[in-house]
């Protein structure tokens, strides 16, 4: 859907909806949450890369992914994660530090 098409409590809805789908097919294929996550930015189909490949994700996985699906075309990106990791730029498909940024996140959360 585009952006601002729903209510927020629709949107929260529907993401939490598509979580259970990812997640319930990472199950499925041995994933594990660290996929999960990454899918939810990527889509679906990561969970396929993922499993390939052992199930467990991370930010190699992420970048492989993100570069086979970019076509090698990367973009500006101004992310203090993404500047201490490769001086600040991503591929132009999703977010490959999306996972990492997640758990940071919730990481902080926790800390509080």
Do not use: H
């Amino acid at each position: 859907l585009p952006p601002g098409s729903l209510e927020p409590e629709d949107s929260i809805a529907q993401g939490c909806s598509y979580f259970a789908e990812i997640l319930g097919d990472a199950e499925k294929k041995g994933c594990d949450l660290d996929a999960v996550i990454q899918a939810y930015n990527f889509g679906i189909d990561y969970l396929d890369f993922a499993a390939k490949r052992g199930g467990d994700s991370d930010l190699t996985m992420a970048t492989e992914f993100a570069e086979w699906k970019s076509g090698g075309e990367t973009t500006e990106y101004s992310s203090e994660l993404a500047r201490e990791v490769n001086g600040g730029w991503r591929y132009k498909y999703g977010n490959m530090f999306y996972a990492e940024l997640v758990k940071k996140i919730v990481d902080n959360l926790n800390d509080n």
